[in-house]
C-alpha cells in the first residue's frame, strides 16, 4: 500500500536501524525535546546533528531546521531581498509563500505548474500584502 497523506515519503519510519537508535536517543537525551530550538534552545543533540551533516557533504558547517517553515521563513530572506525576484507557484506552501514575503523581494505568482507562465516578462507581481 502506499501512502500518499504522510512525512514518511521514504518509508524509513519503521526501519530497524533507525528505531535502535531512536532508542538509543532516548537513553541519551529522554523522550522530548521540551520545546523547538526556537522556545529552547539549539541542544547538544542539535549540534551533534549539524557536525554530521556538516561531515557527510564534506563542508565545514551544516545548519539544522526543526521545521519545513522554520527553514523557508529563514532561508529564503537571507538568499533573496529587496530588488530581488522570486517567481512563486500559486499553490505553494504557506511556509514558502511567507518566506518570500519576509524577503521583500517582488514576487511574481504564476499559475500552478505554469512554467511557461513563469518565464513571462507581462506578469504583474502580486499585491503588496496580497491574501494567497
Known amino acids: 500500500m ?39 534552545g539549539h541542544s547538544a543533540a542539535n549540534d551533534a546533528l549539524e557536525h554530521e551533516l556538516a561531515a557527510f557533504v564534506q563542508l565545514p558547517r551544516a545548519l539544522y531546521f526543526y521545521a519545513g517553515y522554520a527553514t523557508n521563513t529563514g532561508i529564503i530572506p537571507a538568499l533573496v531581498g529587496d530588488g530581488d525576484a522570486l517567481f512563486s507557484d500559486a499553490l505553494n506552501h504557506a511556509c514558502l509563500i511567507d518566506g518570500a514575503r519576509l524577503s521583500r523581494a517582488t514576487i511574481q505568482r504564476y499559475a500552478h505548474a505554469d512554467l511557461a507562465g513563469a518565464g513571462s516578462s507581462t506578469l504583474p507581481p502580486a499585491p503588496h500584502g496580497a491574501s494567497w
Open 2 to 40: 502506499l501512502a500518499f497523506c504522510s512525512n514518511d515519503y521514504l518509508g524509513l519510519a519503521s526501519h530497524p536501524a533507525l528505531a535502535q537508535a531512536a532508542c538509543e536517543a532516548t537513553q541519551r537525551f529522554g523522550v522530548g525535546s521540551g520545546g523547538s530550538p526556537l522556545v529552547s
